[in-house]
């Protein structure tokens, strides 16, 4: 179970799902971690990181398939299936999946410009949120 205080921040990093893979595990220690740190993940975040961390997983095992784990670049096997990149299924799941890893990791501000457009709290404005919405709650 994921540790957590009372407005929800984790304040440890959780283990990451059982299924995941070696690459999917790694990026959930290390997403997680800057995460935690900064106090961007609750425990409301958690199904989504999932989301991010599996296709990150899948991306990865998708690019070792083709490169034969960095023994041929991508050009080499696009030319050994006929030079058409947009029939090759493990390049559409390559790409569809490093695609939903970026869309999710874009909600927690890790581009530039996420960053750019997210309006930041200041402490005390999420304080006064929390406690707002503490005493609607009739906590």
């Known amino acids: 179970m ?12 959780p283990r990451s799902p059982e299924y995941f893979g070696a690459a999917a595990k790694a990026e959930w220690n290390r997403l997680l971690k800057i995460l935690v740190e900064d106090k961007l993940a609750t425990t409301l975040d958690l199904n989504v990181l999932e989301g991010a961390c599996m296709n990150y997983g ?6 070792d398939a083709i490169t034969l784990g960095g023994s041929r670049t991508m050009a080499e096997y696009i030319e050994e299936r006929g030079g058409n990149s947009q029939k090759q299924g493990e390049l559409t799941t ?9 869309k999710i990791l874009r909600m927690f501000g890790a581009t530039p410009a996420a960053r750019h457009t997210m309006k930041l709290s200041s402490k005390d404005d999420t304080q006064d949120e929390d406690k707002a919405l503490a005493e609607e709650l009739g906590l």
Do not use: C, H, V
Request: aromatic share 14%; net charge positive; no cysteine.
């Open 2 to 13: 994921a540790k957590r205080n009372k407005a929800g921040l984790l304040t440890r990093i």
């Open 58 to 63: 899948i991306y990865r095992d998708m690019y």
């Open 94 to 102: 390559l790409n569809k999946a490093f695609d939903q890893y970026t």
